[in-house]
Every structure is written in structure tokens, then in C-alpha cells.
């Protein structure tokens, strides 16, 4: 079984302040980790992945996530927030050999000018 | 290269009316899905089928069918609309080959989504 918890529905940051989205997961095997941004009536968008390479993951837009087996986490963080930033964001877990992703809820980042 | 491409954008539909949403991907992809995405709720996983001739269900499969004949082109068919059907429809995509573990390095390429009204 597999399972994803996004621990807020909404952050709200100033411009230039640093994002924190969170992230929980479970995973009966080995699992893939992706975020993923959804700008409004648009597509989804891969920001980054973590498949069981460097647990520092580095993405597109100066995002990245760091996998932490031990706390089953995997946040998403980016120093400083722009206003092209605004969007809604997945969490996605997918174990080794399923094809099925789970996603979380989602997070709505909202940039303060 | 056009990536996943769905049709149409938009639809609103009566209820007990059928249709079909159309997803096509030009990558060989051999695996194929669909999700419905809804408010509070992230996207849950309907059907998909990791090669042609080969569909299973995923979490929410009622009121919807699928097939596959190619490779390239993976329809969802809503049977008789209802308005719990309102969503808005993603199809997504992703090479599997040429081993699991190599497969498992590859992200999925997801379509720019269908939003469907039944009234």
C-alpha cells in the first residue's frame, strides 16, 4: 500500500522569502517521489523526482526536495519565492514495479507581493 | 514532438448522455492512464494500461470504460454521464521499457486535461 499526506492546504510567503511545502509519504518497496505544479486551468508540470539516486534532489524554477527515508519525508523548498510561483502543488508516491501513483491533496502556494 | 495530446478542452454533457475522451501520445509510451482530479481531493487514478490490448482498473473505475488497440491512443468512455462525473480529466503517460529498474527513472508526461460539466 502506498499513501501520500501534504501536511498543509495552503502556504502563503512574501516574495523573496523561503517555500516550504511538506511532504509524508508510506511505501510498502522501495518508492519514486515527484512533485508536481499545476498553474491555474493548465496541465501538470514536473518539478522534480526522486527514484533511489541522491537524496538531494535539485528541479526546474530553483525548486528542490530532499528524501529522508527515516522521517518518510520529502519537502519541497525553494530559498526565495517569485510571483510566477503561484500554483497548486502534488506530492506523488509511486512503490517499485506499480505503475499506480497516488497523489496528496495538494498545496496551494499563494506569493504576497 | 506534441507530448500528450487530449481532446476536447471542454464539454458539458446531460445526464445519461455517453462520450468518449481522447487521449493520444506520440512518445511510444507504453503505459497509459487516466485520472479524475477534483476539489480537495488530488487526482485519483481511473483506469490504465501498460500496452496495447492490456487495460486494468484503477481506484475509481465505475461509469467508465477504456480500451486499447494502439499504442499511441488510449480513450476513456463515460457510459451514461452522471453528475458526479463533473471533474476535469487528466491523461498521463510514460515509458516502461526497456527494464523495471530502468523504467523507473522516467517521469510521466501528463496531458493538459479535459474539464467536463454533466448537468
Known amino acids: 500500500a502506498q499513501s501520500v499526506t501534504q501536511l498543509d492546504s495552503h502556504v502563503s510567503v512574501s516574495e523573496g522569502t523561503p517555500v516550504l511545502l511538506r511532504c509524508n509519504y508510506s511505501?510498502?518497496?522501495?518508492?519514486?517521489l515527484f512533485w508536481y505544479v499545476q498553474h491555474p486551468n493548465k496541465g501538470l508540470q514536473l518539478l522534480l523526482k526522486?527514484?533511489?539516486?541522491?537524496?538531494l534532489v535539485k528541479g526546474i524554477n530553483g525548486f528542490e526536495a530532499e528524501f529522508k527515508k527515516s522521517e518518510t519525508s520529502f519537502h519541497l523548498t525553494k530559498p526565495s519565492a517569485h510571483m510566477s510561483d503561484a500554483a497548486e502543488y502534488f506530492c506523488?508516491?509511486?512503490?517499485?514495479?506499480?505503475?499506480?501513483?497516488?497523489f496528496g491533496t495538494g498545496t496551494r502556494l499563494t506569493i504576497i507581493p | 514532438n506534441a507530448g500528450v495530446t487530449q481532446t476536447p478542452k471542454f464539454q458539458v454533457l446531460k445526464t445519461g448522455q455517453s462520450m468518449t475522451l481522447q487521449c493520444a501520445q506520440d512518445?511510444?509510451?507504453?503505459?497509459m492512464s487516466w485520472y479524475r482530479q477534483d476539489p480537495g481531493m488530488g487526482l485519483r487514478l481511473i483506469h490504465y494500461?501498460?500496452?496495447?490490448?492490456?487495460?486494468d482498473q484503477g481506484e475509481v473505475p465505475n461509469g467508465y470504460n477504456v480500451s486499447r488497440s494502439t499504442t499511441e491512443d488510449f480513450p476513456l468512455r463515460l457510459l451514461s454521464a452522471a453528475p458526479s462525473q463533473t471533474s476535469v480529466y487528466f491523461c498521463a503517460s510514460r515509458t516502461i521499457t526497456p527494464s523495471i529498474l530502468q523504467a523507473a527513472n522516467y517521469g510521466y508526461t501528463f496531458g493538459s486535461g479535459t474539464r467536463l460539466t454533466v448537468v
Open positions: 526522486y527514484t533511489s539516486a541522491a537524496t
Open positions: 494500461s501498460v500496452g496495447a490490448g492490456i487495460t
Open positions: 512518445m511510444n509510451h507504453e503505459y
Open positions: 511505501s510498502s518497496y522501495s518508492p519514486s
Open positions: 506523488v508516491v509511486r512503490s517499485f514495479g506499480n505503475e499506480k501513483l497516488t
